[in-house]
């Protein structure tokens, strides 16, 4: 079998799988209300602030990872940023599990 035809063959089979459904319904529910948008944009600018500090080889300072903690214990209690946040992980899940799939197939070591 051709590798592009496996590859669209698992890009259908992701569009059908819960996971992806339950992400996309769950963004949908998100992006039709703008203060649950914007806690989640605070919360990912956060996120990406400290795994920039991370890749660049420093780590972030105690109070930065405390503010992150208690703002997502806040957004958490919003069941419907709670929804997303665990429809996200999910998914971030499998397509960590695919990639790993797909590295030890080639044997090539991506940590």
Do not use: H
């Not at 051709?2 to 992400?23: I, M, Q």
């Not at 769950?26 to 600018?45: H, Y």
């Not at 703002?71 to 709670?82: M, Q």
């Amino acid at each position: 079998m051709n590798v592009y035809d496996s590859a669209y063959k698992l890009k259908d089979s992701l569009v059908e799988s819960t996971e992806v459904k339950e992400y996309k319904a769950s963004w949908d529910k998100i992006k039709q209300n703008p203060n649950n948008k914007k806690m989640i944009d605070d919360f990912r600018a956060k996120q990406l602030e400290i795994q920039a500090m991370q890749l660049s080889g420093k780590e972030p300072d105690k109070e930065k990872v405390d503010q992150i903690e208690k703002l997502y214990n806040v957004i958490s209690l919003n069941p419907e940023v709670n929804n997303f946040l665990q429809c996200e992980y999910r998914l971030g899940t499998l397509m960590n599990d695919i990639t790993k799939i797909i590295s030890e197939g080639i044997d090539i070591d991506i940590k």
